[in-house]
Nanobody
Framework: QVQLTESGGGLVQAGGSLRLSCSAS????????MAWFRQAPGKEREFVAA????????DAADSVKGRFTISRDNAKNTVYLQMNSLKPEDTGVYYC?????????????????WGQGTQVTVSS
């Protein structure tokens, strides 16, 4: 069982930066592939970025490549999402998720544990 708690959301102007954090409970954090998803009002939840537990390989959606960076600190049971050059279309609730997969995967169905989400609002 893993409990995930996101933090770091807020209101930022377009072009600005935010760093989201996701703190995980449990002693096996290093065995989970971790990801960030987001959901804008009236839209489906979508994949943002993932980082595998094995090897630390990463994957990111095309819409955020070059702007967002996912990383993890297994000693702190924390995964981060550094978001730069933010755009209004990045607005939404950002969720942290954990998967038993050994590689970075994009499918929501492969993520077992989810946080409650943190709101990110980018003003134009």
């Amino acid at each position: 069982q893993v409990q995930l708690t996101e933090s770091g959301g807020g209101l930022v102007q377009a072009g600005g930066s935010l760093r989201l954090s996701c703190s995980a409970s449990g002693r096996t954090f290093s065995s989970y592939t971790m990801a960030w998803f987001r959901q804008a009002p009236g839209k489906e939840r979508e994949f943002v970025a993932a980082i595998a537990w094995r090897g630390g390989s990463t994957d990111a959606a095309d819409s955020v490549k070059g702007r967002f960076t996912i990383s993890r600190d297994n000693a702190k049971n924390t995964v981060y999402l550094q978001m730069n050059s933010l755009k209004p279309e990045d607005t939404g609730v950002y969720y942290c998720a954990a998967s038993f997969s050994s590689v970075a995967v994009r499918s929501l169905a492969l993520y077992t544990y989810w946080g409650q989400g943190t709101q990110v609002t980018v003003s134009s």
